[in-house]
């Protein structure tokens, strides 16, 4: 035990969490399985990877092509494409262990594809599917060849340090719309819960640790507690193989206590997916297509086209967002103009360090003739040696400038056409229970206030919030004035329903106090002498207020009791007998939480989380969603629902 | 965390060839054995698994020898530690030949794999290796210039206090020493201390030119190393530029086929211009004609 202290201490220290753990642990695979050798100038051994489209969105938010590259990769393919022979070259696998890719697997073992392979199934795979492996690799006498098979426990994507989602392909499978439609059958439900626990079990099987889990009762949350639960018992009691033991956990125990597992069901805040937002991240999200960390934006728009000529061509940009580019880190989460302001800081540093390099010239050629001036000589070539050494930075310094540019213009753009700060204030305001200076009927009916959805999103999280059902005739007001705006209705239908529902159940959720100042004149002389002219667009400040799914992890986390969660269930794997209680054994706060919303989630709810857990000293959190959609996403499964 | 399952799976072998023998079906395992082992000798990849073992064996090479090239070689240390100059410059000399046939070996590698014709996955995987090669191939170098950089440098500081204490002596010795040379077979006091004044002297020259070769050497290498960043810098502008070039003969194409049109356009509306007025001309022609008939 002693040997691990030091590690321990030193995961304590690291900032980046989730990512380093699955990065590593890919990384690990891709060295076949070795732990990687820190060598410098180590020799080059070159692998063919071999992934399905579960593959690729895992491997691809945490690895791109040039640190494949870097560590050996030659090719990178799709299981279910062309592929020729390479006859002298180990292959990595790293598949689903699906009928079909277990089929094109022997169909490559028959056809002798390459020398040896490594197969790394992402979550377990059974033994009759091993079994099929096994006869085609002794049809095709190809055993010798079929080097190591691993099961990788990686059925899950991260996404940030501290965010992961299940899946991304067939993400409708497991929606919020699949979960909670009408006419679902039993043996539906069956599949949809096992998909979940299966890839939250690869989760914790990762991370190391077996949670204390917490979930409220009667909905999708519990179900998926219930099974998890028994999942992780059958391990851990089968001695010979489970996965849990001491030793074999590397990253693993990162506290000296267990961490405690929130499962929250969509249902219980559903204002939250509707609502606009104002902090970069989610405003990506929001408003352009982001998916994966990356943004595909059409360029050259704006521009219209005269009469007669042909329109300019509109080429698409895709642009990534990973954790090596600083400023996206240090701005993922903060208000937008506070980033327009950034980026203009940024630009101007860079101006300044671009001069610095330019005025060595200069100094080159005063100082050229100076004879049996060695050490100048030398100096110089050392501040030669240095800026040149430094262009690469600056380079990718003015490309990351560059790219955050497009994208903030892009997002202003938006911002602009929709009127979108007008939503979000009134939203806020709407949320937090205080006046409103304007009227719903006013910001419905004004045709140039943004696109019919942005109404319907309003109007939604009035219904939602509000305390009392509207009057039947303020209803009717309210539904001629969104069909003259030519919205779609059938999203009420739904929530009509559920707000049905949950008044049965439980009380309504409570946003908590937020309050919204426009920052007004001042900010306005200010953002003048930037490059983005807000005007029209007020300077809003956040005040910190918490979602519904912050405060209850927040009573979960600090043992404080509330009507709201004081009923939720206790599931603790380790405990020998299942108890029913929901009497936590445990007195103390948990330092590390992980929170997960059955039904999908989003950024705004993830950067309420993490702006919650720099407010608490020393404390881990980690969100987690079945799937990520943003609003008009979440409509559409809406509308669905309400049109049954 | 992962689970090795290797022997999950070397257990289901096991499993269905059990099976496989109850149900009665075999495989002609040898045949198929002695097919694999006459796989290709000279293929791609052993050459160039070849080249990466020579490139690993020199940088083996110099990381051995690192510590005595660059140590500084004081007079306390062991003989058996110590190494000449002679010895440094014969590892640079056989470190850069070896370098240099590392490279035309990848680059041979490369112009046969350009030219065999072979799908693009595998051209494709070829590159990728040379490419790999090539960084490997670049970080020995590295090491090596580095220590070649560490050693030149100093070089040219100790040969300084040398040359100064060497002038200082030569100062003192009087100048007009070559009228007394030849008289006596014999060697006098005198003469031994005059033919040692010359020795002294001929050091000195010799040391300052030395030292003067060392520090344009110094000089020289540190300007090819940044010669080298340059060129990299120039190569990759070259590619861009014969883009641009390209780019740029094709937009005068398209302006020159852009003024034909335009030509061809004004043509054929003056043409057609004229052709309007003749018809008018013409009608009114006939108008009056029609109208000096009538009456």
């Given at each position: 035990m002693a040997c691990h202290i030091p590690r321990l201490v030193s995961l304590l220290k690291k900032k980046h969490f989730l990512c380093c753990i699955s990065a590593v642990a890919l990384k690990r695979m891709l060295n076949f399985n070795a732990p990687p050798l820190k060598n410098t100038a180590a020799e080059p051994v070159w692998k063919v990877l071999i992934y399905d489209r579960f593959g690729q969105d895992i491997i691809s938010p945490l690895l791109s092509v040039k640190e494949l590259r870097d560590m050996g990769i030659t090719l990178h393919l799709l299981l279910h494409s062309d592929r020729d022979p390479i006859p002298d070259v180990p292959a990595i696998y790293f598949v689903m262990p699906t009928e079909e890719n277990i089929d094109r697997i022997c169909q490559d073992l028959r056809n002798q594809l390459y020398e040896s392979y490594y197969l790394n199934f992402i979550s377990a795979i059974s033994r009759s599917k091993l079994e099929d492996i096994a006869s085609a690799a002794l049809a095709a006498n190809a055993v010798t060849q079929v080097t190591k098979v691993f099961d990788q426990y990686l059925n899950f994507i991260t996404l940030e340090d501290d965010m992961f989602i299940l899946c991304h392909q067939n993400k409708e499978l497991i929606s919020y719309h699949a979960i909670n439609r009408a006419d679902i059958q039993d043996t539906d439900m069956e599949a949809i819960m096992d998909t979940i626990v299966d890839s939250l079990f690869c989760f914790f099987v990762t991370l190391g640790a077996v949670p204390i889990i917490r979930c409220p009762r009667g909905n999708a949350a519990e179900m998926v507690a219930v099974k998890l639960d028994k999942k992780l018992r059958e391990n851990l009691r089968d001695a010979r193989n489970s996965l849990f033991t001491g030793d074999s956990m590397t990253a693993g125990q990162f506290s000296f206590q267990r961490p405690l597992f929130v499962l929250v069901d969509r249902n219980v805040d559903m204002a939250t997916p509707l609502h606009h937002t104002w902090t970069y991240q989610a405003l990506i999200h929001d408003v352009l297509d982001f998916h994966l960390n990356r943004v595909v934006m059409e360029e050259g728009m704006g521009a219209e086209p005269s009469a007669g000529a042909r329109p300019k061509k509109k080429s698409r940009k895709t642009y990534d967002l990973t954790a090596a580019d600083k400023f996206w880190q240090k701005h993922k989460g903060s208000p937008f103009p506070e980033v327009a302001e950034s980026v203009q800081e940024e630009l101007d540093t860079y101006r300044a360090q671009e001069d610095e390099v330019k005025r060595l010239k200069s100094i080159m050629g005063l100082e050229g003739e100076d004879e049996g001036a060695i050490s100048m000589l030398s100096d110089n070539t050392a501040k030669l040696t240095s800026a040149v050494s430094s262009l690469p930075e600056l380079l990718e310094k003015k490309r990351l400038i560059d790219l955050h540019t497009n994208v903030a213009t892009a997002v202003l753009d938006h911002i602009k056409s929709r009127k979108l700060d007008v939503y979000f204030e009134f939203e806020e305001k709407l949320m937090s229970k205080s006046t409103l200076d304007k009227s719903l009927l006013d910001i419905i009916s004004d045709p140039d206030a943004g696109t019919p959805e942005d109404k319907m999103r309003l109007f939604l999280i009035y219904y939602i919030t509000a305390q009392q059902a509207p009057s039947e005739s303020d209803l009717e007001q309210y539904k001629k004035a969104l069909l003259d705006a030519v919205c779609d209705l059938s999203p009420l239908n739904y929530i009509k329903q559920w707000k049905a529902f949950t008044k049965m159940a439980a009380t309504p959720a409570n946003y908590g106090n937020s309050g919204v100042k426009p920052m007004g004149l001042f900010s306005r002389v200010m953002n003048?002498?930037?490059?983005?002219?807000?005007?029209?667009v007020k300077n809003l400040v956040l005040k910190q207020h918490n979602l519904p799914v912050t405060r209850i992890l927040d009573n979960l986390m600090e043992m404080k009791s509330h009507p709201e969660t004081d009923d939720y269930r206790y599931f603790d794997p380790k405990m020998l007998r299942g108890s029913e209680s929901s009497i936590p054994r445990n007195k103390n706060p948990f330092q590390e939480a992980i929170v997960f919303v059955v039904g999908g989630g989003n950024y705004i709810e993830y950067q309420n989380l993490v702006d919650y857990t720099k407010s608490k000293q020393g404390k881990k959190i980690v969100y987690g969603c079945s799937e990520l959609f943003n609003a008009s996403q979440f409509i559409k499964q809406l509308s669905q629902l309400g049109q049954k | 965390m992962a689970v090795d399952i290797t022997l999950l799976f070397k257990a289901s072998v096991k499993t269905v060839k059990t099976r496989n023998k109850a149900i009665g079906i075999g495989f002609d395992s040898t045949k198929d054995e002695i097919f694999k082992r006459s796989r290709p000798k000279s293929g791609f990849s052993p050459r160039a698994k070849e080249v990466i073992t020579n490139i690993t064996k020199l940088k083996d090479f110099l990381l051995q020898h690192r510590k005595d090239y660059v140590s500084a070689g004081s007079l306390i240390s062991s003989d058996l530690s110590r190494m000449t100059d002679n010895d440094r410059d014969q590892i640079d000399q056989d470190a850069q030949i070896f370098m240099r046939t590392c490279s035309e070996a990848i680059k041979q590698l490369r112009n046969e794999a350009e030219k065999q014709v072979i799908s693009a996955q595998i051209k494709e995987h070829r590159g990728a290796v040379l490419d790999l090669i090539e960084t490997y191939l670049k970080g020995v170098c590295k090491l090596y210039s580095e220590q070649r950089a560490i050693r030149v440098k100093r070089m040219s500081f100790v040969f300084r206090p040398l040359e100064k204490t060497a002038s200082s002596e030569v100062q003192d010795n009087p100048v007009n020493l070559w009228e007394e040379s030849r008289v006596e077979d014999e060697l006098s006091p005198e003469e031994i201390q005059m033919f040692e004044q010359e020795n002294q002297r001929l050091i000195s020259e010799m040391n300052s030119l030395v030292d003067e070769v060392r520090q344009i050497e110094g000089k020289v290498v540190e300007i090819s190393r940044l010669q080298e960043i340059f060129a990299e810098k120039v190569l990759q502008q070259e590619a861009e530029i014969d883009n641009i070039h390209q780019l740029v003969v094709g937009a005068t194409e398209n302006v020159k086929e852009g003024n034909e049109d335009i030509r061809e356009a004004i043509k054929n509306n003056a043409g057609f211009r004229v052709w309007i007025l003749f018809f008018l001309v013409m009608c009114s022609f006939s108008l009056l004609f029609l109208d000096w008939y009538d009456s």
């Amino acid at each position: 035990m002693a040997c691990h202290i030091p590690r321990l201490v030193s995961l304590l220290k690291k900032k980046h969490f989730l990512c380093c753990i699955s990065a590593v642990a890919l990384k690990r695979m891709l060295n076949f399985n070795a732990p990687p050798l820190k060598n410098t100038a180590a020799e080059p051994v070159w692998k063919v990877l071999i992934y399905d489209r579960f593959g690729q969105d895992i491997i691809s938010p945490l690895l791109s092509v040039k640190e494949l590259r870097d560590m050996g990769i030659t090719l990178h393919l799709l299981l279910h494409s062309d592929r020729d022979p390479i006859p002298d070259v180990p292959a990595i696998y790293f598949v689903m262990p699906t009928e079909e890719n277990i089929d094109r697997i022997c169909q490559d073992l028959r056809n002798q594809l390459y020398e040896s392979y490594y197969l790394n199934f992402i979550s377990a795979i059974s033994r009759s599917k091993l079994e099929d492996i096994a006869s085609a690799a002794l049809a095709a006498n190809a055993v010798t060849q079929v080097t190591k098979v691993f099961d990788q426990y990686l059925n899950f994507i991260t996404l940030e340090d501290d965010m992961f989602i299940l899946c991304h392909q067939n993400k409708e499978l497991i929606s919020y719309h699949a979960i909670n439609r009408a006419d679902i059958q039993d043996t539906d439900m069956e599949a949809i819960m096992d998909t979940i626990v299966d890839s939250l079990f690869c989760f914790f099987v990762t991370l190391g640790a077996v949670p204390i889990i917490r979930c409220p009762r009667g909905n999708a949350a519990e179900m998926v507690a219930v099974k998890l639960d028994k999942k992780l018992r059958e391990n851990l009691r089968d001695a010979r193989n489970s996965l849990f033991t001491g030793d074999s956990m590397t990253a693993g125990q990162f506290s000296f206590q267990r961490p405690l597992f929130v499962l929250v069901d969509r249902n219980v805040d559903m204002a939250t997916p509707l609502h606009h937002t104002w902090t970069y991240q989610a405003l990506i999200h929001d408003v352009l297509d982001f998916h994966l960390n990356r943004v595909v934006m059409e360029e050259g728009m704006g521009a219209e086209p005269s009469a007669g000529a042909r329109p300019k061509k509109k080429s698409r940009k895709t642009y990534d967002l990973t954790a090596a580019d600083k400023f996206w880190q240090k701005h993922k989460g903060s208000p937008f103009p506070e980033v327009a302001e950034s980026v203009q800081e940024e630009l101007d540093t860079y101006r300044a360090q671009e001069d610095e390099v330019k005025r060595l010239k200069s100094i080159m050629g005063l100082e050229g003739e100076d004879e049996g001036a060695i050490s100048m000589l030398s100096d110089n070539t050392a501040k030669l040696t240095s800026a040149v050494s430094s262009l690469p930075e600056l380079l990718e310094k003015k490309r990351l400038i560059d790219l955050h540019t497009n994208v903030a213009t892009a997002v202003l753009d938006h911002i602009k056409s929709r009127k979108l700060d007008v939503y979000f204030e009134f939203e806020e305001k709407l949320m937090s229970k205080s006046t409103l200076d304007k009227s719903l009927l006013d910001i419905i009916s004004d045709p140039d206030a943004g696109t019919p959805e942005d109404k319907m999103r309003l109007f939604l999280i009035y219904y939602i919030t509000a305390q009392q059902a509207p009057s039947e005739s303020d209803l009717e007001q309210y539904k001629k004035a969104l069909l003259d705006a030519v919205c779609d209705l059938s999203p009420l239908n739904y929530i009509k329903q559920w707000k049905a529902f949950t008044k049965m159940a439980a009380t309504p959720a409570n946003y908590g106090n937020s309050g919204v100042k426009p920052m007004g004149l001042f900010s306005r002389v200010m953002n003048t002498g930037s490059q983005f002219v807000m005007e029209g667009v007020k300077n809003l400040v956040l005040k910190q207020h918490n979602l519904p799914v912050t405060r209850i992890l927040d009573n979960l986390m600090e043992m404080k009791s509330h009507p709201e969660t004081d009923d939720y269930r206790y599931f603790d794997p380790k405990m020998l007998r299942g108890s029913e209680s929901s009497i936590p054994r445990n007195k103390n706060p948990f330092q590390e939480a992980i929170v997960f919303v059955v039904g999908g989630g989003n950024y705004i709810e993830y950067q309420n989380l993490v702006d919650y857990t720099k407010s608490k000293q020393g404390k881990k959190i980690v969100y987690g969603c079945s799937e990520l959609f943003n609003a008009s996403q979440f409509i559409k499964q809406l509308s669905q629902l309400g049109q049954k | 965390m992962a689970v090795d399952i290797t022997l999950l799976f070397k257990a289901s072998v096991k499993t269905v060839k059990t099976r496989n023998k109850a149900i009665g079906i075999g495989f002609d395992s040898t045949k198929d054995e002695i097919f694999k082992r006459s796989r290709p000798k000279s293929g791609f990849s052993p050459r160039a698994k070849e080249v990466i073992t020579n490139i690993t064996k020199l940088k083996d090479f110099l990381l051995q020898h690192r510590k005595d090239y660059v140590s500084a070689g004081s007079l306390i240390s062991s003989d058996l530690s110590r190494m000449t100059d002679n010895d440094r410059d014969q590892i640079d000399q056989d470190a850069q030949i070896f370098m240099r046939t590392c490279s035309e070996a990848i680059k041979q590698l490369r112009n046969e794999a350009e030219k065999q014709v072979i799908s693009a996955q595998i051209k494709e995987h070829r590159g990728a290796v040379l490419d790999l090669i090539e960084t490997y191939l670049k970080g020995v170098c590295k090491l090596y210039s580095e220590q070649r950089a560490i050693r030149v440098k100093r070089m040219s500081f100790v040969f300084r206090p040398l040359e100064k204490t060497a002038s200082s002596e030569v100062q003192d010795n009087p100048v007009n020493l070559w009228e007394e040379s030849r008289v006596e077979d014999e060697l006098s006091p005198e003469e031994i201390q005059m033919f040692e004044q010359e020795n002294q002297r001929l050091i000195s020259e010799m040391n300052s030119l030395v030292d003067e070769v060392r520090q344009i050497e110094g000089k020289v290498v540190e300007i090819s190393r940044l010669q080298e960043i340059f060129a990299e810098k120039v190569l990759q502008q070259e590619a861009e530029i014969d883009n641009i070039h390209q780019l740029v003969v094709g937009a005068t194409e398209n302006v020159k086929e852009g003024n034909e049109d335009i030509r061809e356009a004004i043509k054929n509306n003056a043409g057609f211009r004229v052709w309007i007025l003749f018809f008018l001309v013409m009608c009114s022609f006939s108008l009056l004609f029609l109208d000096w008939y009538d009456s």
